[in-house]
């Protein structure tokens, strides 16, 4: 891994300076910039938001991508489009702004699709309040898109832009990824190997009315249980001969999962269940159909949900306990388990993770904001950068606050589009003129 070392310690010569320290010319240009642009910014976020991007809406997704790339362009990045119809996904923004070859490389990392689909009934930007507007990615991750473009323009009116070596990944399909996932993930891979610093540009934690920092994140991944029993007649539940029907069977799966697996770190959730005398789920297994009756013993049940670890060791330890919950069959009865190939690998926190923090901390200072604390990792989910941890340390959380994600009525807190644009455009200006 390329960990910042050299970074950390260079941190621990600066954190003792006076905490007077002031911003240099340039990044008071960066604040006024961004103070200045607000309405454009906020009409940006308003037009990604308008525009549905469900991870499955190939066309929607693309048409958020040519958006992007009508920002980036014009600020001197070469934007190509990579198309994902190998994974049955829309594809993915690369984009390069070639600096001085000086500094740090960046890599900046978001996402242009979002969890409602165009079948969902939120599908609007609205304005709540002064200080709060909602819509379909609103945060997750369109606000994060525009606070990117937004500290890139103020970079680039303070002049700091030039100098910045900076590769931007934004991906069609975070919130569903395709697979096989080195494919789906492949550009983002190799983009990380290239990089000093990841930035991840998701939505900002909070705790307690406080702006969090955020050094890892737990990885993910998917499982699907499909329990099986004897069809008949309901009179026969329970006996030798007719058993006791899959979907008891996968009630107790269930409930030995919750009994069973927890620990420190680990979330286990159920997002859908079915079943009954007949019970299918659609090709993208997001939508499922049963038929039965209260007098039929049931043939087949699925449930289908997704595992969150800190780490690799407790994803492979846990999803062992798992196989060997689902293998204690209830009596005529049977039930298997499979997981999915696409994982989200975990981003654990380290030294250099640490030190870019501290980085970030001296922007707060600057700015006469307060210091950031890492966050617990419990708090937050899996994100693409878990697939470039291995090879560059980064941040995550650089893009606005909000509330209600991945449900409707998801917020974001207008204020933080500033403040995060500002913190992001001034931790890009200094690690622009950092040797690698």
């Known amino acids: 891994m390329k960990c910042l070392r050299l970074l950390a310690a260079a941190t621990l010569i600066i954190a003792p300076m006076s905490a007077q320290a002031k911003l240099s010319g340039a990044e008071s240009r960066i604040v006024r910039a961004v103070d200045q642009e607000q309405a454009r910014t906020l009409g940006l976020l308003e037009n990604l938001v308008n525009q549905n991007s469900g991870s499955l809406n190939l066309a929607g997704v693309e048409a958020v991508g040519r958006m992007m790339r009508a920002e980036l362009e014009p600020l001197g990045f070469e934007v190509r489009w990579v198309p994902m119809a190998q994974v049955a996904r829309a594809g993915h923004i690369v984009a390069i702004h070639r600096g001085s070859g000086k500094g740090r490389k960046m890599l900046l990392i978001g996402h242009l699709d979002t969890v ?5 009934p939120f599908q609007h930007f609205a304005r709540k309040d002064a200080d709060t507007v909602e819509g379909p990615g609103v945060g997750d991750d369109k606000g994060g898109m525009a606070v990117m473009v937004a500290a890139l323009r103020a970079m680039k009116a303070a002049g700091t832009l030039a100098a910045a070596d900076i590769e931007i990944v934004l991906t069609g399909d975070e919130e569903d990824a395709g697979n096989p996932v080195e494919v789906a993930r492949g550009d983002l891979i190799e983009a990380g190997k290239r990089a000093d610093v990841a930035l991840d540009f998701e ?26 029993g004897r069809t008949g007649h309901s009179s026969g539940v329970f006996s030798a001969a007719s058993g006791n029907g899959a979907i008891y069977e996968l009630s107790r799966i269930l409930t030995a999962f919750r009994t069973e697996l927890p620990e420190p770190n680990l979330t286990f959730n159920v997002g859908l269940v079915v079943g009954g005398a007949t ?14 009756k209260t007098n039929i013993i049931p043939e087949i049940a699925i449930a289908k949900g997704d595992i969150r670890a800190l780490s690799l060791d407790q994803y492979r330890r846990v999803t062992d306990k798992m196989r060997a919950i689902v293998a204690r069959h209830m009596p005529g009865s049977g039930a298997e388990i499979s997981f999915d190939d696409g994982a989200y690998p975990p981003m654990a926190p380290t030294a250099g993770g640490r030190a870019l923090l501290d980085r970030l901390n001296l922007v707060n200072r600057d700015l006469g904001l307060p210091e950031m604390a890492p966050i617990d990792p419990l708090k937050r989910g899996a994100g693409d950068i878990g697939f470039v941890a291995e090879h560059v340390d980064g941040l995550v959380g650089l893009g606005p606050a909000g509330g209600g994600s991945h449900a409707p009525g998801e917020t974001v807190d207008v204020p933080s589009l500033w403040r995060q644009a500002k913190r992001a455009a001034i931790l890009m200006t200094r690690l622009s003129a950092e040797k690698p």
Not at 116 to 120: T, V
Not at 279 to 292: C, E
Request: charged share 25%; hydrophobic share 30%; aromatic share 4%.
């Open 203 to 228: 939505g900002l934690s909070r705790e307690n009315g406080q702006d969090m920092g955020s050094i890892s994140r737990r990885g993910s991944g998917n499982w699907e249980v499909r329990a099986t």
């Open 116 to 120: 409602f689909e165009p079948d969902s």
């Open 279 to 292: 019970a299918v789920l659609d090709a993208n297994g997001i939508r499922g159909t049963a038929t039965g």
